[in-house]
């Protein structure tokens, strides 16, 4: 074995045992890029925390001065406009790892991301990543090189495609390992926050501001917009898109991003935007910050036992109390295929019969 190939190994042991280790987002995407330069040289990054439901980043890392500004400039004006290499296109092609370069065709100045951010910073080539579990997207992480260095290499795609599913059980075990919500505490009141166009805060109730320290620390100058949480720009971006739908999956989607916050409990972000009064100006951005509701919690208790697709929809068609025969019909299944498939839901969850499957992953979230 080569010298480089046992770096490899080695390294891939490494990540592979951090990924299964219990850390949270951040430090195990600190301590995974710190292995992961040894057997693919890096300059810098940037990684996302993604919502699974949404689809939508709740959380931004990287190693750039600046952070919290760059992070906002790059979910409002760049990451819902630049659609090469879009993290939930690849996601939904099995692409766990692209070179930006081969996706504009050697022309890196097609990529807005490119333009507006990366060239002019001095940095030249980008492989990006997406942590995903069952095409469900956890993660992202754009590997940047500067100007100069030579293109990531076929043999370090295919290491960083090794680890890219290793990174996504990480990313979901890490979120799944929070979702249970800490006591209420008579803090469960929805928050409304107002946003002038240029992101400056208008108005804020006390159960936002509540919820914005738990969701991140507020800068000093986070009313005039600079110390805003993450998930707050990704929101706004989101709301931009739904307003100005370039596919039909951008005109159906609902700017809506559910996140958890830092005391373990899960948020659900609604924007929208304000009737202008006057016509020449656009109205406010309004971002309602309340508790996750039943069908996000519901998700969530699913997801964890790692239901499969078909599985799931056994158990939409349990949960409005259809027969196993009215599901064989539904599905165009036999009445025994469908028994297989329940009987594997209930060794999954560990239950024994369909009320008990109702009560583990759907009262339970509403009466803990």
Not at 202 to 227: C, K, Q, S, V
Request: with cysteine.
């Amino acid at each position: 074995m080569s010298p480089s190939a046992v770096v490899e190994e080695r390294v891939f042991s490494e990540i592979k045992r951090l990924c299964l280790s219990g850390l949270d987002e951040t430090t195990l995407l600190r301590e995974v890029v710190a292995r992961l330069r040894h057997a693919v040289p890096i300059d810098t990054y940037r990684a996302l925390r993604i919502d699974p439901l949404s689809g939508l980043p709740t959380g931004s890392f990287t190693e750039e001065p600046d952070q919290p500004v760059r992070a906002h400039f790059f979910l409002e004006h760049i990451y819902f406009e630049d659609d090469v290499l879009e993290f939930n296109w690849m996601a939904r092609n099995r692409h766990p790892v692209a070179l930006l370069s081969e996706a504009t065709g050697g022309h890196l100045e097609r990529s807005l991301h490119w333009r507006e951010f990366l060239g002019p910073e001095g940095f030249g080539h980008e492989a990006r990543g997406v942590f995903t579990v069952s095409q469900e997207l956890w993660g992202a992480i754009c590997a940047i090189r500067e100007r100069g260095r030579p293109d990531f290499s076929p043999r370090e795609v295919t290491f960083m495609r090794r680890i890219a599913p290793h990174l996504g059980a990480g990313f979901k075990a890490a979120a799944l390992r929070s979702q249970a919500s800490p006591e209420d505490n008579g803090g469960g009141a929805p928050g409304v926050l107002v946003l002038h166009q240029r992101g400056r805060v208008l108005h804020y109730t006390e159960a936002a501001e509540r919820w914005l320290r738990d969701l991140g620390d507020l800068g000093p100058g986070w009313r005039e917009g600079d110390g805003l949480p993450t998930v707050i720009w990704s929101a706004v971006g989101a709301l931009r898109r739904a307003l100005r739908p370039q596919t039909e999956r951008d005109r159906a989607s609902v700017p809506r991003v559910c996140v958890r916050a830092r005391s373990g409990r899960w948020l659900t972000l609604h924007a929208s935007l304000s009737e202008s009064q006057h016509l020449s100006s656009p109205g406010e951005t309004v971002i309602v910050i309340e508790p996750a509701g039943f069908k996000e919690m519901a998700w969530l208790h699913t997801t964890a036992y790692g239901l499969s697709p078909r599985e799931e929809e056994m158990v939409g068609f349990v949960v409005r109390g259809a027969s196993t025969r009215q599901i064989s019909q539904a599905l165009y299944v036999t009445e025994d295929t469908v028994q297989k498939h329940l009987q594997n839901v209930f060794e999954k969850v560990g239950v024994r019969s369909r009320q008990a499957l109702v009560k583990r992953l759907y009262l339970n979230t509403i009466f803990p």
